[in-house]
């Protein structure tokens, strides 16, 4: 796992001062911005496309990744002040809690947008600089041609006739995962992940991996898959269902200090709080506004894991634990 931190490097690159139309007119000037991010490619291409319908002089590319992926770039084109994206969207806790902490990563968003009463800036923005874009629920999910009955509670992931045909996420690297794996054993069994590995599952290395299989029916059941509501419109053979308790990690983003487009990255992390930003993003997942059609969820009430459990030796001692269970 990648861990931020601080050290030299070229000062912040500022959009221009003065009114938000100035800003934007700025950022047509550039003409660009690019995106990292680990949310869903679907959404970040319905993302594309609402924004360059607002603003068809700024061409949005993105870049999708794991975090253990773009987190590294991140930390590598600060140092060196040669940027390549503008903003950055992750889903790392720790990585965002320590980044918003040391505030060197990041300079302030400035949009008109951030001061929405709906938005909630006071609860929604950390360190002033990392906002909430969104968050990601995790649930049960099924093949309904192999598992018709589906799935009604967590523990019926545990019948013997599922053997070998559940699929899990790997946590290497990932604190977001060791802290889905920590979350099911204080909320649905204290022995629920070690009950779990007994089931043989086949291990993926990443959550996108794990719907994938789902759909093809390489697998017939996770724990640990997103709401699969745009499996469901494709006309896939899955459904999926929520517990009570469901996990769940929050999407912060950031405007990044060597962003080579400054005035773009601005008008786009205005974008990604406002309805049209937060309908192209929100399939399947959490928004940070109300009302989104296709969220699952509000953001805000996704709760920031204590990432106090989750630093990088903690990771690396609970992966050593996690192979020896599921990798006898």
Known sequence: MSTACGGSAPSANLPVSGEWAEVVAAAEAEGSVHLYSTQHPDNLAKLKTAFERKYPRITLEFTRGTDVEINPRVETEHRTGRGTADVHM?????????????????????????ADPAYGRERSVRGDRFFLTSAAVFGLGWNTTALPRGLATPADLLDPALRGRIGVTNPSGFAAVVDQYQFFDRNWDPDFTEKLAAQQPR???????????????EIVATPMVQPLVREQAAGAPVDWKLPDPAWGTPW????????????????????????????????????????????????????FPDTAALTPDAVTRY??????????
């Open 252 to 303: 912060y983003s950031h405007v990044l200090a060597s962003a080579p487009h400054p005035n773009a990255a601005q008008v786009l992390a205005d974008f990604l709080v406002t309805r049209d930003g937060q309908t192209a993003l929100s399939t399947g997942c959490a928004a940070a506004l109300p009302d989104i059609e296709g969220a699952v969820a509000r953001a805000q009430d996704v709760p």
């Open 203 to 217: 291990i993926y290395p990443s959550a996108l991996g794990v719907a994938q299989a789902l759909n093809s029916g």
């Open 90 to 114: 992750t889903s790392d806790p720790v990585w965002t809690a320590t980044a918003a902490e040391s505030g060197t990563y990041s300079v302030e968003p400035v949009g008109p947008s951030f």
């Open 319 to 328: 992966q050593q634990t996690w192979q020896g269970m599921f990798q006898r």
